[in-house]
C-alpha cells in the first residue's frame, strides 16, 4: 500500500477539430480585450491570422519567440507588452512560444491563453525553463499555468513529419519517467498509460501520412495526457540528462529525448522493473528499452546523439554535469554508468539490458 499526495492543476482545456473558433469567446469570458499574440518568427503568419480573427481584441503580435527562452527576447517582448497595453497574451505554437507566454505572465500576472501545435506538453506544466547568459534555469509556479488550453487538431496537421515524431517521442518521455517517479501516484500512472498507447498508436501513421487527422487527434490527446504527467510529479535521469545536454551543447531539445529514452530506460530497468513493464505494455512491445529503440528506427527518426550535433569530447563533461546535481532516480546515478549510457547513445547501439539489468541498487 503506497501512501501519496496528488495535486490537481487547474485549468480549462478546450479540445477537437477546429476549436480554434472559440478563441474569442474565452478571451472575452476572462473579461480581457486586449491580447497579445505570441509565437516563434517560422509561425508568423499564423499568428496574424489569429490577430485578424481576434480583430479588435488583439493588440498585435510579437513573433520573436525562440527555444529556451532567453531572457533577452523576454525583455523585448516586455517591452512590447508596455507599449501596446496588452491586457492578455496568446501564445500559439511549441514549447518555445509557450515558455515566452509563461516568462512574460510571470513577469506580468497577464493571463494566458495557449493553442499548442507541437507535442512538448509545456501548455500543462507550471514550469518554466529559462536561459540567463547561456545557462537554463528553472522556475516552477503553479502562477504559469495558462488560464485555457485550446487544443485544434487542426493546427497539427502542419507541424513536419520529422518533429512530429520527435516532439511524441518527447512526450512518451514525460510519461515513462511518471511512472517511476519518487512522487508516482495512481492516478498519474494511469493518465501516464494512456498517453504513451495514444502516442505509440499514433506516430506510425503519422509517419505514413501526416494528414491524418485521426492519428493527429490521437497524437495531441497523448500529448496533452504525458504533460499533465510532467507537471505532476518529479521527472528523474533522462530529462537531466536531456537538460544537460541541451544546455552544454545546444542540442536540438525534442531529437535529444529521443535518441537517449531507450538507454535512460534501460538504466532504470533493474531498479523500476512494474513500471518499465507497464512502458513496455502501453508500447505494445515486449520489453520498453528495446521496444522503443526499434519503434524510433522504424520511425526514421535519429538514434544516435552523434547524428544531433553532440561531440564526442563532450560525453566526459555531460556525465559530470549529470551526476554534480542529480534529478532523484530510482536506479543511483554514478559517473561511470552515465558515462556508459552516454557512450552506447553516442554510437546509437541497442541499449545494453544486460548491464543496466543489475543497476537495482537505488
Ligand atoms: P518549438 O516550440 O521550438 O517548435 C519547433 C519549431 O516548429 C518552431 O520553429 C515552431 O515555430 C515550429 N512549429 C511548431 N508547431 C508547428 C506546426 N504545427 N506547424 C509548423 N511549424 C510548427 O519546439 P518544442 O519541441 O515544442 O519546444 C521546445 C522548447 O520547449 C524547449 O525550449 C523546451 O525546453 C521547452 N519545453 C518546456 C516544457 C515545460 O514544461 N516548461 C515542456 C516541454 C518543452
Redesign the pocket.
Given at each position: 500500500m503506497l501512501p501519496f499526495v496528488y495535486t490537481a492543476l487547474p485549468m480549462r482545456v478546450i479540445f477537437g477539430s477546429g476549436t480554434l473558433v472559440h478563441l474569442n469567446r474565452e478571451l472575452a469570458a476572462l473579461d480581457r480585450h486586449r491580447a497579445l499574440v505570441l509565437?516563434?518568427p517560422?509561425?508568423e503568419q499564423q499568428a496574424n491570422a489569429i490577430a485578424d480573427q481576434l480583430g479588435r481584441s488583439s493588440v498585435g503580435i510579437f513573433a520573436g519567440a525562440v527555444?529556451?527562452?532567453p531572457v533577452e527576447v523576454t525583455e523585448r517582448a516586455l517591452q512590447k507588452v508596455a507599449k501596446t497595453g496588452a491586457d492578455a497574451l496568446v501564445s500559439v505554437?511549441?514549447?518555445?512560444?509557450?515558455?515566452l507566454g509563461?516568462a512574460l505572465s510571470l513577469r506580468t500576472s497577464l493571463p494566458q491563453i495557449v493553442v499548442p501545435?507541437?507535442y512538448?506538453?509545456?501548455e500543462v506544466?507550471p514550469?518554466?525553463?529559462q536561459t540567463v547568459g547561456g545557462r537554463k534555469t528553472t522556475v516552477r509556479d503553479p502562477n504559469l499555468l495558462p488560464k485555457v488550453v485550446l487544443y485544434d487538431v487542426d493546427?497539427?496537421l502542419?507541424?513536419?513529419g520529422p518533429?512530429s515524431i520527435t516532439?511524441g517521442i518527447?512526450a512518451i518521455a514525460h510519461a515513462a519517467e511518471a511512472l517511476y517517479a519518487i512522487n508516482a501516484n495512481p492516478v498519474v500512472s494511469a493518465i501516464a498509460e494512456i498517453g504513451i498507447a495514444s502516442l505509440a498508436r499514433a506516430l506510425p501513421r503519422i509517419r505514413e501520412m501526416p494528414a491524418d487527422r485521426s492519428a493527429r487527434y490521437d497524437a495531441l490527446l497523448g500529448a496533452w495526457t504525458c504533460?499533465i504527467c510532467?507537471?505532476s510529479v518529479d521527472m528523474a535521469l533522462h530529462h537531466k540528462l536531456c537538460h544537460t545536454l541541451?544546455g552544454a551543447f545546444d542540442l536540438p531539445?525534442?531529437e535529444t529525448h529521443t535518441a537517449l529514452l531507450p538507454y535512460t530506460l534501460a538504466y532504470n530497468s533493474g531498479s523500476s522493473p512494474v513500471a518499465i513493464q507497464r512502458i513496455a505494455s502501453a508500447l505494445g512491445a515486449e520489453d520498453a528499452p528495446r521496444g522503443l529503440f526499434e519503434l524510433v528506427g522504424r520511425l526514421g527518426a535519429p538514434r544516435a546523439l552523434k547524428d544531433i550535433g553532440m561531440p564526442r569530447e563532450g560525453i566526459r563533461l555531460a556525465s559530470e554535469l549529470a551526476v554534480a546535481s542529480p534529478y532523484p532516480n530510482p536506479a543511483r546515478v554514478t559517473q561511470d554508468r552515465v558515462h556508459h549510457l552516454l557512450e552506447r547513445a553516442w554510437e546509437g547501439l541497442p541499449p545494453d539490458l544486460k548491464e543496466y539489468r543489475g543497476f537495482n541498487d537505488a
Open positions: 509565437s516563434t517560422a509561425q527555444m529556451h527562452t505554437g511549441g514549447g518555445s512560444t509557450i515558455g509563461k501545435t507541437t512538448a506538453g509545456s506544466t514550469i518554466l525553463g493546427l497539427t502542419t507541424l513536419p518533429l516532439s518527447n504533460g510532467l507537471g541541451g531539445h525534442s
